[in-house]
C-alpha cells in the first residue's frame, strides 16, 4: 500500500512536470498578467487604507464631539451694555466726516472705533464714506452694505449720527485730520480744541484709530456695541447669507468655513511664493513693486514663511484638517476671493476634501446678480457663512479672520481653530524631508493646536522689546478678543 501511493504521488509530480513543459508562452504570460493585475488591486486598496491611517493620530482618541463641539465658555457672556457711570450723547453742531479704507472688516473696526472718537469729542457722525480705491475697486456706499437705519437708531443713545452734512455747512472750512493710529483717550480730549476753529473735522483714514487697551471701560463697550449690534449688514445680503447658512446644514448638518487667504494680492502684499512657479513669483513681486502704499519692497520668500508670515497654501490646509482629525467627507465652505492659480491650485486641498463649496456653487446665478463687481458685499456673505459655521478656520490672520474669530468670541466662544503657521511650516519641511512619520506628524499638530480653538483667553500684549508705535502695532488687536471688556463673567458689571 505504501509503494503503491509513493508509485501514484510519483506518477501524479511526473505528470504535472510534463504539463508543466507543455504550457504554451502565451498561457505564461497570461498567468504573469493575471497575477499583476491582481497586485495592482491589492496596492490600490490598501493606498486607500494607508492614506486612511496617515492622517489618523497614534495614541489620540479623537472623537466627533472634539472635532465639533465649541470650546467651555467657563460661564463668560456678552457684556456690551454702559456701566452706571456712563454718560450718553448730547445733541452737538459739531460734525464728523470719515472716509473708510481698506476691505469690508478694515472698515468695520475703523467705522466702530470713529463712533467712539465722535463719543469721546461729542460730535456728530455724518454716516462715513466708504473707501472705493481699494485693490477691489468696489463703488458700494455705506447702505448698499449695513443697514443704515439700524445703525443710526441702535447707536443713538451714544452718538447722534446723520446721513449727510447739512447743507449749510458743506462748504466750510475743514479741519482735515489724521488722527494718530492707536490712540488713547487722553489724545481725543486735545483734539477737541479743534472745535475752536472749525465745526467740521474732516478725518482722512478711518482704521486703527484707537488704542487696543488701557481705554476707558465705557469706551470699549461703546465699540463692542457699534461692531456687534450696530453693524448688521443690508437686509438683502442677510437673508442670502442666512439662506447660504440653510443650504449647508440641509446637506451636512456641520460644515466648517475656511478663510482661504490664497489670494493675488495677499500673496504680493506678504511676498509669499512657496508652490508657485517661477512666472506667477514674478508676476506679484511687479504687483509688490507697483503698489505705492505697501512700504516692503524687497522680501524674502524662504524668511517669510519659516517665520510664519505666509498664508497656508490651499494643499497645507489640507494636510492640517486632515491631520487634526476632520475626515474626507468633511463639508468645507471656501470664504474667498479669487484663488491665485484657479482650479488647479484648489485640486490641492480638494484631494483631501473633495466636499467643497463656495457661495458660487450654493447661490443661484440670479442670487448673486446683485453682488457682481461688489466684492464688498460679496465678503459680508461670507462672514455671515464664517460666523455662523461650526468651526472656523483661518489660513492667515488678516482683517477678516480677526473680525469674525472676535465676533465668535463676543458670541459665546464658538469654535475657531487658529493655525499655528511658523510651527506647521517646520512640521511640514520635516515630513517632506522624511524626518517625521505621517503618523507622528499628525499628533504633533493636534498637540501643537490643544489650546488653539477658541477658548476664552487674555488678550495679547505688545511683542518682547517692541519699543513706540511698534508696540501698538504688534498688540493683539482688541477687535480679535474684546476679553474681558465686553466679555464677563455672570458677576461683572
Known sequence: MVNHRGSSLMKNVSTSKSISRKQSPRAIALYIFFFFALSIIFFVFNAGNIEEEQFSPISVQITDEELWAPPSSRGLRP????????????????YLTVNCNGGLNQMRTGISDMVAVAHIMNATLVIPKLDKQSFWQDSSAFSDIFDEHHFITTLQPDVRIVKELPKELEHVPRARKHFTSWSSMGYYKEMIRLWDEYQVIHVVKSDSRLANNDLPLDIQRLRCRAMYRALHFNPLIERLGKELVDRLRTRSGKY???????????LAFTGCTSGL???????????????KHWKV???????????GFCPL??????????????PPSTLIYVASGEIYGGEAR??????????????????????????VNHATQSAALDYIVSLESDVFV???????????????????????????????????????????????????VWQMHRNRKGAPRKRKGPSPGAKGKERFRTEESFYENPYHECICSPKGV
Open 79 to 94: 457684556c456690551a451694555h454702559p456701566t452706571r457711570k456712563y454718560i450718553g450723547s448730547h445733541r452737538s453742531d459739531r
Open 277 to 291: 512657479t517661477d512666472a506667477e513669483s514674478e508676476e506679484l513681486r511687479i504687483m509688490r513693486e507697483n503698489t
Open 256 to 266: 466648517i468655513a475656511l478663510h482661504l487667504r490664497y489670494e493675488k494680492d495677499m
Open 297 to 307: 519692497k524687497d522680501i524674502n520668500p524662504t524668511e517669510q514663511r519659516k517665520g
Open 346 to 371: 484648489l485640486s490641492e486641498i480638494k484631494s483631501y476634501f473633495p466636499n467643497l463649496v463656495f457661495k458660487e456653487t450654493l447661490a443661484t446665478k440670479e442670487e448673486l446678480n446683485a453682488f
Open 394 to 444: 483661518p489660513s492667515y490672520s488678516g482683517n477678516m479672520a480677526q473680525a469674525i474669530e472676535g465676533h465668535r468670541r463676543f458670541l459665546g466662544h464658538r469654535k475657531t481653530i487658529s493655525p499655528d503657521r511658523k510651527g506647521l511650516v517646520k512640521l511640514f519641511d520635516e515630513l517632506e524631508e522624511g524626518k517625521i512619520r505621517i503618523s507622528s506628524f499628525s499628533e504633533l
Open 313 to 326: 497654501t490651499p494643499k497645507e490646509v489640507g494636510i492640517f484638517l486632515r491631520a487634526i482629525g476632520y
